[in-house]
């Protein structure tokens, strides 16, 4: 049997920009989508924790250490700039492998969307 688990989180990062005039999808800084396990064009699932907005869409490279999270096209509207969300991947696994796989979680700084690293 096929599962789909959590994949990648990347934890409570501030929206940056919102683009209303491109071509829908989610600019995430390279830096991020590195430290989460993302790719461009994978979909993403993201959770707005100010007004409750949950949307599916698909990840386009942003500048390396720009700190960028910018929602494109229709996803504009769900979203402020200074909105925290919350950004999740998802994965299909056999049942056993997903007892044990660990997703990667991110939790990015709270002001500039930077790597946290300890």
Known sequence: MMIEVL???IHCARVT???LNYMGS???DEDLMDAANLIAGEKVQVVNNNNGERFDTYII???RGSGSICLNGAAARK???GD???IMSYA???FEE???FKPVVVFPDSETNKVVTE
């Open 7 to 9: 994949k990648s989180k």
């Open 17 to 19: 920009e919102a683009n």
């Open 26 to 28: 989610i600019t995430i």
């Open 61 to 63: 490279k942003g500048e």
């Open 79 to 81: 979203v402020q700039v």
């Open 84 to 86: 925290i969300v919350i």
């Open 92 to 94: 299909l696994m056999d």
């Open 98 to 100: 997903a007892k044990h």
